[in-house]
Structures are given as structure tokens and as C-alpha cells.
Nanobody, 122 residues
Framework: QVQLVESGGGSVQAGGSLRLSCAASGRTFSSYYMGWFRQAPGKEREFVAVISWSGASTYYADFVEGRFTISRDNAKNTVYLQMDNLKREDTAVYYC???????????????WGQGTQVTVSS
């Protein structure tokens, strides 16, 4: 069982940066693929990025366009999402999630955090 707690959200102006963190409990953290998703008001939850258990492989949604970087520190049981050059359309609740077999769809992830709000203003 893995419990996930996100932090680092907040309000920022367009063009700014935020770093989200997701702390995991449980000894099996390093065996999970870790993903970030987001959900804007009135929209479905959408995939942002995923990182393999070792950190060697990453994959991003097209809209990221090189602005976000996902990373993990297995010694600290933490996954990060560095977000640079933020845009208004990045405003959403961001969730981290753990999957045994990676994926880009929410149903492929077994464990979820409670989410952290990111608000980007112009």
C-alpha cells in the first residue's frame, strides 16, 4: 500500500515556475511508476508526465512542450514535477499517482494523492 501527499502548489504569474513534490509512504515506492495528472474545473483528469521506477525513463504529454520535468528520489520516497514557463491554461489541481505498470490513463494508476492546486494568472 502506498499513500501519497502532494505539496508545492500555489499561485504564480504566467511565465513563472513551481515545483511540486509528492511524498510517498511505504517501502515499495521504488517499485512503482509515478505519474502526474491534472484536472481543471469542468474538465476530465488528464495525464501530464510519468517516470519509471528507476528514474531512467520519462514520458510527457504533448502540451508540456519541454516546460515540465519529472524526477524522483527513491531514497526520499519523493517524486517531483518542476514546472517552468507556466501558462494560464496550466491552472488545475495536480495529482500524483502510483502505477505498477506505467500508463497515461487514470485507471492504470492504483494509488492517488489528494491533489494540490496550481493557479496561473496573466
Amino acid at each position: 500500500q502506498v499513500q501519497l501527499v502532494e505539496s508545492g502548489g500555489g499561485s504564480v504569474q504566467a511565465g513563472g515556475s513551481l515545483r511540486l513534490s509528492c511524498a510517498a509512504s511505504g517501502r515499495t515506492f521504488s517499485s512503482y511508476y509515478m505519474g502526474w495528472f491534472r484536472q481543471a474545473p469542468g474538465k476530465e483528469r488528464e495525464f501530464v508526465a510519468v517516470i519509471s521506477w528507476s528514474g531512467a525513463s520519462t514520458y510527457y504529454a504533448d502540451f508540456v512542450e519541454g516546460r515540465f520535468t519529472i524526477s524522483r528520489d527513491n531514497a526520499k520516497n519523493t517524486v517531483y514535477l518542476q514546472m517552468d514557463n507556466l501558462k494560464r491554461e496550466d491552472t488545475a489541481v495536480y495529482y500524483c499517482a502510483a502505477s505498477s505498470e506505467s500508463g497515461v490513463l487514470p485507471f492504470e494508476y492504483e494509488h492517488w494523492g489528494q491533489g494540490t492546486q496550481v493557479t496561473v494568472s496573466s
